[in-house]
Every structure is written in structure tokens, then in C-alpha cells.
């Protein structure tokens, strides 16, 4: 008998094609889990926007904590870069020459 599909293994697969892909955008994957998964971790949020499951998302931020960010803006995860500023959300903002540190 197939065993039932839970958030936790949601999570492990969006970790896992993050890290083959080294970025994942939400509006991609959220279809790719409804597909794969099914569409019980899915849901319509306040916005109209297809979502994935909370739960589901929260297995992926605990097993992804020190590693990935997230762009908010332009809706993705990405790898964890040396550069990168403390904390889970990075801003894609342009870096002005003058801000970089002296070599």
C-alpha cells in the first residue's frame, strides 16, 4: 500500500530541486507540488495567489534555515551567498560600488 504523502517530504523535495537548481520561484514550484504532491498542499491565498500549504512551508524554512534566502521581491529561494545579510529575507536591491568593502 503507498504510503501517505506528507509536508515533511514537500519540503524535502522543494530543498532538494533547490539545491540541484540553486534557486526556486514560488509560482513555479507551488504548481510543480500540486502536480507532484497533489493539490491538498496547496491552497488560494488572501490574494488570489496559489500558495503552498503552511506547514509544508514551515518544514522547508527549519530544514533550510542557515542556507537559503528568500527574495522577496521578486518571489523566489536562492542558496545562501558569502555576501548576504544576516536573516531569512534578502532585499535584490543594486549595490552602489561605494557600499563594497575595501580589498
Known sequence: M???LTAKQ?????????NRHGELYQDTVVYEIA????????????NGN???????LSAFRKMSKETVVWERENRYWRIRK???????????RQVDARELPLA
Open 82 to 92: 558569502p555576501g548576504d545579510a544576516p536573516g531569512r529575507e534578502q532585499s535584490c
Open 50 to 56: 496559489e500558495a503552498i500549504r503552511k506547514d509544508a
Open 2 to 4: 503507498k504510503s501517505e
Open 10 to 18: 514537500v519540503a524535502e523535495w522543494m530543498f532538494d530541486e533547490l
Open 35 to 46: 502536480k507532484k504532491f497533489g493539490k491538498q498542499f496547496t491552497y488560494e491565498n488572501d
